[in-house]
Each structure stands twice: as C-alpha cells, then as structure tokens.
C-alpha cells in the first residue's frame, strides 16, 4: 500500500490523484486530496470566469477523481505552520505531491500601485467568484472608466466581465453581492493595454475574438498605434497563433465605428509608470510611449500619456509563494525540481513532489497541468519501492481526526454544493455560490456524515 498526500485540489492535484489511481504498477496506491478551502477545483472553481461555462463544466470531469474509491477529498486543511505542518504530512504518508499553484500576483513596483481603487485582477477575479477570502469591496461603485494593465488571458477575463451586462451574468454561479455591483456598474470606457505590440500580447485569439461578440459593446484599436508593431504589418513570419491575433486586431482596425455604449479599447506600447490619484483616490494611469527594440523587448521614448481610471486591475501574472519546510526559487517564483522530485539543495529530496504552477510557474492552459502530473507520477513511482519501506499510519485521516482536525469531507462538499443551489433557487437563479467562510463552513456541517 502506498499512501500518498497531494496538497491542492486544483486541476494539476486532481491530474495528479487521477494518474496515480490509473497507474497499475502499485495497485494498492491510496490518495489524499488536501486543501485549505472546503471546496475542491482549485482556479476551475476560483479562476475560470463564471461565463465561461464550458471551460467550467472540466469540474465534472475532476469530480468523477475525486470521487474514485481510493481517492479522498479532504477539505478545509490548510498545511503550513499555521495549520498542519508540512513536517506532520510527510510523516503521515509515504509522499507528498505539492500542488499549490502560483497564490499571488506579480507586482508593478510602480508609485501609486496601492491606492484605493487600484487591484490585481485576482482580487477582482477573486470577487466575482465567490473566493472567501476575497476583498469586500464594489470594485466597479463610482467608477466611469476602467484601465486593465497587461495583454493575457486573465485581462480579457476581467475586461470581459467589465463589459457584460447583468442579464448576461444572471445566469452563471456569480455570487449575488458581485451581480449586484455590476448591474449598478457606470463603467464605459475598458481600456486594456499592453507594455509591448500586438503581435506579442499574450492572449488566446478564441478569447481575444470573444470581445468583440459581447453585445452593445464595441471594441476599438487604433490602426496606427498596432503599425508600430513590426509583426503587425508584415505578419507573415509570425507564429500562428500570433498571425490570428492580427488579423482578428486588424479586423477591429478597419470596421467602422458601431456607437455601442460600452467600448473596450485595446491600447499597446503604453508602459505603466505611476498611478495617479484626485482626492485620495486612483483616477489616471500614467503610461510611457514605447517603441519595439528589434529584439521583441521595447525601450522608452519619454512620452507620456495618462488615461483616466478610477478602477485600475492589474493583470502582470501570477507568482508563486514559498512553502513551509520546502525550498523555493524566489525569480522563478517556483519549488525547484528534477521531473518533479524535490530538489534540495541540488539533490532529491524523497518522498516530496510538486506538480502544476508551483513546479513549472503560472504558464499553459488547465489540460496543460495533465502531462505536468503524469511526469511527476512517473517520478513517484519510480521511487515508490523505496518510499513504502517507510512505516506510516494505515489511515492517516484516522490520526488527523485524533489529533483534533475536522476536515471538510465529500460529503461536506456536497451539502455545500446543495446549499448553493438552494440560495440560486431562492433568488429566482441557478446555482449561486456561497462567497464567505462562515455560509461555507455551516452548509458544509449539515453533511450527513456519521
Ligand atoms: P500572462 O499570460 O503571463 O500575461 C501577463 C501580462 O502582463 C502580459 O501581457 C505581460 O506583458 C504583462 N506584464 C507583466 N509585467 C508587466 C509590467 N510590469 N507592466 C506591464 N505589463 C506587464 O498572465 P495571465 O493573464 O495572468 O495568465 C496566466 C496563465 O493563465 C496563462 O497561461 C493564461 O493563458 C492562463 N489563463 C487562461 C485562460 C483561458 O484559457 N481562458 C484564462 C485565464 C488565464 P509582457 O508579455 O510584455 O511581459
């Protein structure tokens, strides 16, 4: 038997239970999926827009692991010194799989970047998915125009939601207090913009196509500010998938004005360099005019523009945070690795593992996370003869719960899954999440656990 601790319930944790219960080379394995919410998913839950629902609906598939008969979802735990010890896992199991993801934002460094009114676009995502650790703010209350800093994929997340009325949002899980807010948004202007030129912006041309189907809401670029961009007017030796962001960029470019009432401007070569604020509040961001270098970097041309904003969302990527007990690569953001084993100063560390964002930094897309795991299984198994040789307890959970932990079980996890979709049946709505620890907590202890 081979008991195995994976930390994080998220899609790189649950690929990673998932190949290590589908191997057959240790058949006996059992696998305990740990996370310090009561909710499983990790960012499919907490991260995927709530009206992406297809990208959303992944959950089912997640579901069906860690509801497999030697997987356990253990909720509510969170591992570190203020919790479980890191130290207290590894003596329970036979190996530990980190899958924690990258948990904070990268940072501008940038005067004026903690003024009111200016977020990282997590703490918004964070908002409008219910995360109950979330800000409780309004975010969008009194503000007319909106600056979303950064050209990925989690901008044309939060520029999308900005834009999309409240009919369009009713129908998905959002929690009721952020469709409120929305609903009451006089947010006009979104403008996202871009250190460097189109060609190098770092969304996916599906999402980027999705802003300009989203209704009364016009998307405008302005042709001779992408000319700038090398790859914009000679796309031929670009990437595909860069090829399809121009075109799709060029097509905007040359379509007339639509006089919808919300406009998206996307906006490139503007290198944010303060944060400007009128009466205690952000109301501008001052921007730097870049030019390419020729080398896919830009430089500076010591002209400025500023674009008013009284919502700025900072949207520069995730990082990731050191773990108690385990070594960590502060430039990477990332535990350093050899095929997902541990590496502690250069050698092996056995019996510890990482897998997702934390072993190879916050890149790819969700399926992105299934070969990542299946190499750091590979690597668990390969190891597996030697790590059962070390004595541990036939039922971890047993210890844990003698040792005064309660974990959020499956069955908790479904009550609450039941709570949400009675609040949504009370508000005339489908499933509506629960946004704060205490409804989490009180719907999880009505399971019908013995
Ligand atoms: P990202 O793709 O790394 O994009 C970060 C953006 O921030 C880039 O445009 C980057 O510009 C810019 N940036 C970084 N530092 C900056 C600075 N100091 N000043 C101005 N701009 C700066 O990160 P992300 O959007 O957070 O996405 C993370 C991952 O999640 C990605 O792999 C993404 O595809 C994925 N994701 C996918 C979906 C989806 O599939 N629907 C949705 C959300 C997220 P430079 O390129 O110039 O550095």
């Known amino acids: 038997m081979l008991h195995v601790a994976v930390v994080g319930s998220g899609p790189s944790g649950v690929y990673t239970a998932q190949s290590l219960v589908q191997q057959s080379q240790v058949p006996g394995v059992r696998v305990d999926v740990l996370d310090r919410l009561p909710c499983p998913y990790g960012l499919v839950r907490y991260g995927v827009a709530p009206d992406h629902e297809k990208i959303k609906s992944l959950q089912n598939n997640l579901r069906t692991v860690l509801e497999h008969e030697r997987v356990r979802f253990l909720g509510g735990v ?15 199991y036979h190996a530990v799989v980190y899958c924690v993801g990258a948990a904070a934002d990268r940072r501008l460094g940038v005067p004026g970047e903690e003024l009111p009114g200016s977020w990282s676009a997590t703490e918004f995502v964070s908002w409008y998915s219910a995360h109950p650790d979330a800000a409780a703010d309004r975010f969008v209350l009194g503000a007319r125009a909106a600056v979303v800093i950064g050209v990925g994929n989690v901008a044309v997340d939060v520029t999308r939601i ?57 998307v405008v670029v302005d042709p001779e500010e992408l000319a700038l961009d090398p790859g914009y007017t000679d796309p031929a030796g670009l990437p595909s998938a860069q090829r399809r962001n121009v075109e799709v960029l060029r097509g905007w470019a040359e379509r007339p004005p639509l006089g919808a009432s919300r406009r998206i401007r996307l906006r490139f070569f503007l290198r944010p360099v303060e944060l400007l604020p009128e009466a205690g509040r952000v109301d501008a961001v001052r921007f730097e005019r870049t030019v390419p270098d020729g080398h896919g970097g830009v430089t500076g041309t010591g002209r400025y523009e500023d674009i008013e904003a009284q919502l700025v969302l900072r949207s520069v990527g995730y990082r990731g ?130």
């Not at 502060?330 to 560390?349: C, E, I, K, M």
């Not at 609450?416 to 009675?422: G, H, M, N, Y």
């Open 162 to 218: 900005l834009a999309r009325g409240a009919a369009e949002l009713s129908p998905t899980d959002m929690p009721q207090a952020a469709l409120s807010a929305l609903a009451e948004s006089h947010v006009r202007e979104i403008h996202m913009v871009g250190r460097r030129g189109p060609s190098q912006a770092r969304f996916t041309t599906k999402e980027l196509r999705e802003l300009g189907g989203l209704p009364d809401t016009e």
């Open 78 to 92: 969170r591992v570190g010194p203020d919790g479980l010890p890191a130290a207290r896992l590894r003596e329970l």
């Open 321 to 450: 945070v050191p773990l108690d007990g385990l070594p960590f690569d502060a430039d990477r953001g990332t535990v350093p690795h050899l095929a997902g084993r541990v590496l502690r100063d250069g050698s092996v560390a056995p019996g510890e593992y990482v897998a997702g964002w934390i072993k190879r930094g916050p890149t790819g897309v969700i399926g992105t996370n299934r070969p990542c795991a299946k190499e750091t299984v590979t690597s668990l198994l390969e190891d597996a003869p030697a790590l059962v040789r070390r004595e541990v307890p036939d039922d971890p959970l047993a210890v844990l719960r003698a040792e005064g932990l309660r974990p959020v079980e499956w069955a908790g996890w479904q009550a609450i899954e039941r709570a949400e979709a009675e609040l949504g049946a009370s508000l005339g709505r489908g499933v509506v999440k629960l946004p704060d620890w205490r409804s989490l907590m009180e719907a999880a202890r009505q399971d019908s656990a013995p």
